[in-house]
């Protein structure tokens, strides 16, 4: 066949599995949906494009990827590097409590600890040094220790390259206070000088995205074939492997086209791994043996943010990268399982909201949050006084994604929500956030979009092809491999079976870590 093996997804399943087999000598393609992203095109003008199309990806393929349903609302990233480009940088490890319930018994803890370690090394994961606390880190501390929980504040590990020697004395020279660097990958970045534009593309690439290390060297050192702007749109079964079918968008257009190998490997988030299967299973018909849970038991991890109003001090959250440090109630003492971030905002952010406030387009409810947010914003420094509370949580992980047909008889991917279960998890985050401003002589704005309407959004969106022990219970073993399919794997963020709680790219990443050894080592 044509590869070894092919990657559908660059993220942190796609791009780790990519360089792991092509270090093991395999010939491998990753087919990436979104394009090649760097500094010099970063989306910064209204007129950018921000925005993935799903309907004409050909003409604009965008930075995010924002998928609206019914009470939740999922924010992905679109581009080689996939969530890796608009993550908060956040490498921790899921807690060990997490694997005691609804995970197969090969996976716990201390089975995934020594990938853990190996991502750690590999993307060069810190903590932000002693001198470079940012004011919402201090004020995240104070919070903490105010409430009696100071032994519960802690420093949260971030994929950055930071200069130890950096100071905010010279934050005022901007992007040219960063040091040039080659990394252990051979890519070259630039050093945090806290610039705060994690989430929208790093001015000076001091992020350690996938595509200045896993990815960079499975395309650099070992040759790997990583093509950018190929949207896959089927796999079905071939005499020794399988053929994966896509639409080549780079010039405007959809030019078909295909690939094969015996390995393939979906990779496309939670969302697109279960989306394609989805359509191979029920709309085309190439996989129909797929298990009957598939999409079944999707997750949004209990994510949450409070905008809170410190009128009296400078939070300066557009300063430092997005999220530092967290609060941590994992052991459910407060009764569930959650723990609190301090989260950033791009000063681009305010724009935004000043546009859309009276904007329809961006439906009723959130135009009633950016109303609300308007009030306070301040026309120099837009957001100086505002602290966003940021958690992750364990939710319920009921979620459903199926395709549903349109008055056309197209499909379309579909998610059924409901909160009910969940919302004790939510409840108790927002609460914590109420009770941290107050304490701190600020006060929280519970979005209206939770308050009045349950809605909610996530940038962690895990589930939908769960690992399970049989076909009955689960999509994939615990190895990644799809169950019926020999040579199909899932390797995302879309296996993950129950919400873990807190950031989830590392216990992706040592997943697909673990996933890559097993297939070159069965």
Known sequence: MAFDAIVIGSGFGGAITACRLAEAGMKVLVLERGRRWDPTTFPRRATDHWLWDHHHPERRPGWLDIRIFPNMTVAQGAGVGG???????????????????????????????????????????????????????????????????????????????????????????????????????????????????????????????????????????????????????????????????????????????????????????????????????????????????????????????????????????????????????????????????????????????????????????????????????????????????????IDAANGVLRLATNFDGSRRLHLDWDVTESAPTIQAIVDMHVRLANETDGFALVPLTWSLFRDLITPHPLGGCNIGTTRDNGVVDHKGQVFGYPGLYVADGAIVPEAVGVNPSRPIAALAERIADLIITP
């Open 83 to 393: 969530g890796s480009l608009v993550y908060a940088n956040i490498s921790c490890e899921a807690p060990a409590q997490v694997f005691d319930q609804g995970w197969p018994p090969e996976l716990r803890y201390t089975d995934l600890k020594p990938y853990y370690d190996r991502v750690k090394t590999f993307m060069n994961v810190k903590k932000v040094p002693s001198g470079q606390w940012t004011p919402r880190m201090f004020l995240m501390k104070e919070a903490a220790e105010r409430l009696g929980f100071g032994d519960r504040f802690e420093q949260l590990e971030l994929a950055v390259t930071f200069d130890e020697q950096w100071t905010y004395a010279d934050f005022p020279r901007g992007a040219a206070a960063s040091v040039t660097r080659v990394n252990a990958q051979g890519a070259t970045q630039g050093t945090c000088v806290h610039l705060g534009n994690c989430d929208i593309g790093c001015d000076v690439n001091a992020r350690n995205t996938l595509d200045l290390n896993y990815l960079y060297k499975a395309e650099h050192a070992h040759q790997a074939d990583v093509r950018a702007l190929h949207l896959v749109t089927n796999i079905e079964p071939v005499a020794g492997g399988y053929r994966v079918s896509y639409d080549d968008i780079a010039n405007g257009t959809r030019t078909p086209g295909s690939e094969t190998a015996p390995i393939v490997i979906v990779a496309a988030g939670s969302l697109g791994s279960t989306e394609l299967l989805l359509r191979c299973r029920d709309e085309f018909g190439s996989l129909p043996n797929l298990s009957p849970r598939l999409g079944l038991g999707w997750s949004s991890n209990g994510d949450f943010l409070t905008p809170a109003f410190h009128l009296n001090r400078d939070v300066d959250p557009s300063k430092g990268p997005t999220i530092t440090s967290a609060i941590n109630f994992q052991d459910g003492s407060q009764g569930p399982a959650f723990w609190i971030e301090d989260g950033g905002l791009p000063n681009l952010f305010a724009n935004f909201i000043a546009e859309k406030t009276n904007d329809a387009s961006v439906g009723f409810k959130l135009m009633l949050t950016l109303q609300a947010m308007q009030v306070f914003l301040r026309e120099n420094e837009p957001f100086k006084n505002i602290m966003p509370w940021f958690a992750q949580g």
